[in-house]
């Protein structure tokens, strides 16, 4: 049973990368002066999703000698619920700047949230996710 709920942790990241993609692509599309920071972004979140594509599919593998490292990444506030959170809190941000909130005041533009200082931070985070995932990928 844990294994399930840990796919579905897993699964979650995978889903909540697809939206900030998503909303990345909308960005990219409307708001000319973040384009950079949001090619960055959309480039990294990409790459965590690869990582946690094959994290899933060793969640899924049921003859897979790794399951202690799958039980160990999806603990109570493991590194999963972690990425997680941390993917949801950037959606959040995303979303107020997004079209729903500026159609709200009568406006059609978007604002990108993000200066590039903040972009890098975000960065890093996702990296250090990757990089954990990666290495539980590879231990």
Same mark, same amino acid.
């Given at each position: 049973?844990?294994?399930?709920?840990?796919?579905? @942790?897993? #699964?979650?990241? =995978?889903? =909540?990368?697809?939206?900030?993609?998503?909303?990345?692509?909308?960005? =990219?599309?409307?708001?000319?002066?973040?384009?950079?920071?949001?090619?960055?972004?959309? #480039?990294?979140?990409?790459?965590? *999703?690869?990582?946690?594509?094959?994290?899933?599919?060793?969640?899924?593998?049921?003859? @897979?000698?790794?399951?202690?490292?799958? @039980?160990? /990444?999806? *603990?109570?506030?493991?590194?999963?619920?972690?990425?997680?959170?941390? /993917?949801?809190?950037?959606?959040?941000?995303?979303?107020?700047?997004?079209?729903?909130?500026?159609?709200?005041?009568?406006?059609?533009?978007?604002?990108?949230?993000? @200066?590039?200082?903040? =972009?890098?931070?975000? /960065?890093?985070? #996702?990296?250090?996710?990757?990089?954990?995932?990666?290495?539980?990928?590879?231990?």
């Amino acid at each position: 049973m844990e294994v399930v709920g840990g796919a579905a @942790s897993v #699964i979650a990241v =995978i889903d =909540i990368s697809a939206k900030i993609l998503k909303l990345c692509h909308t960005y =990219i599309a409307e708001v000319k002066e973040a384009r950079k920071d949001i090619q960055r972004l959309r #480039i990294e979140v990409t790459s965590l *999703q690869d990582v946690m594509y094959d994290v899933k599919d060793l969640a899924e593998d049921p003859n @897979s000698s790794k399951r202690s490292v799958f @039980s160990r /990444l999806n *603990q109570d506030n493991g590194p999963a619920q972690q990425c997680k959170r941390d /993917l949801k809190l950037l959606v959040e941000q995303l979303e107020l700047g997004g079209e729903n909130e500026m159609r709200r005041f009568g406006l059609r533009a978007l604002k990108w949230p993000f @200066s590039s200082k903040d =972009i890098d931070k975000r /960065l890093q985070v #996702i990296n250090g996710h990757k990089a954990t995932f990666t290495l539980a990928l590879t231990s």
